[in-house]
C-alpha cells in the first residue's frame, strides 16, 4: 500500500512538465510511447537537454472560437489541465495576445513549480490553421519562496479545422527545475498530457464556450 501510493505521488510530480512548444530539433524521430482513446503521445530528444520534448495528436468535436474561448479562459485552466493549482491572467495585451501566471501542483515532499508565459493566437487567412506559440518570461515577476520557478517552457499549438472537428497538434518541451531526475521525468511524461486532452474534450462543449465568437478568428 506505501509502495502505492508513493508511486502516485511520484507519477504526479513527474508529469508536472505538461502545461499548455513548437521547438526546432533536428536529426530527431517523436517516438510513440501511449495511445488512448484517440490521443497519441509522443517523446524526442532535444539537443543539449536531458529532458524530452512531448508530442500530442488528437481530434475533438468543436470549432476554433470553442477550443479558442477554453485557451483564454485562463482562470478556468485548473479545471482541465493537469495538476495545476491556479493560473491567472497577468495583462492583456490585445485580444489575441496575453500573459499568464500559473502554479502546478506537486505533492510534499517536493516543491511546487510555477511559469510564466506569453502566448499569442494567429490564423491563417486561407487555410483557417490557428497556431498558438508560447514564450517562457521566466523573469516577468518575482519568484515565490518555497516554488520553483521553471526557467525553460515552451509550446505550440497547431489546430486545423476538418468540417465540424479540428486536428490538434500540440508540442511542449519543459525543464521543471529542481532535482527531479530526467529519467524519472521522461518515464512518466505521458501521463499527464493525456489526462489533459481528455478533459480538454469536456471542457470545450461546457454552454459558456458553445457561442463564444472573436474578431480575429473565423471558424
Same mark, same amino acid.
Given at each position: 500500500m506505501g509502495f502505492t501510493i508513493a508511486s502516485n505521488r511520484i507519477e504526479r510530480v513527474l508529469t508536472i512538465g505538461f502545461l499548455l512548444v513548437s521547438i526546432s530539433l533536428t536529426g530527431q *524521430?517523436?517516438? $510513440?510511447k501511449n495511445e488512448e482513446e484517440g490521443i497519441k503521445v509522443y517523446t524526442r530528444t532535444v539537443e543539449n537537454s536531458d529532458i524530452k520534448a512531448v508530442k500530442v495528436e488528437c481530434t475533438i468535436e468543436a470549432t476554433l472560437s470553442q477550443l479558442t474561448a477554453v485557451l483564454l479562459d485562463i482562470p478556468a485552466s485548473s479545471e482541465?489541465?493537469?495538476a495545476t493549482k491556479f493560473c491567472r491572467v497577468q495583462e492583456n495585451i490585445s485580444s489575441s495576445e496575453l500573459i499568464y501566471? *500559473?502554479?502546478i501542483d506537486v505533492p510534499w515532499p517536493a516543491s511546487n513549480r510555477d511559469f510564466i508565459v506569453r502566448v499569442k493566437f494567429e490564423q491563417d487567412s486561407i487555410t483557417k /490553421? $490557428? !497556431?498558438i506559440d508560447g514564450e517562457n518570461l521566466p523573469h516577468y515577476l518575482k519568484e515565490q519562496e518555497d516554488v520553483v &520557478?521553471?526557467?525553460h517552457t515552451e509550446s505550440n499549438w497547431t489546430v486545423t479545422? &476538418?468540417? /465540424?472537428y479540428l486536428d490538434i497538434v500540440f508540442t511542449l518541451h519543459v525543464h521543471p527545475g529542481g532535482s527531479i531526475p530526467a529519467w524519472l521525468i521522461n518515464l512518466f511524461a505521458t501521463r499527464g498530457p $493525456?489526462? !489533459? %486532452?481528455?478533459n480538454l474534450r469536456r471542457q470545450v462543449n461546457k454552454p459558456e464556450y458553445k457561442e463564444a465568437s472573436f474578431l %480575429?478568428?473565423?471558424d
Open positions: *524521430s517523436w517516438e $510513440l482541465w489541465i493537469y501566471h *500559473s502554479e /490553421k $490557428l !497556431t &520557478r521553471i526557467m479545422p &476538418r468540417n /465540424k $493525456l489526462e !489533459t %486532452f481528455r %480575429f478568428l473565423v
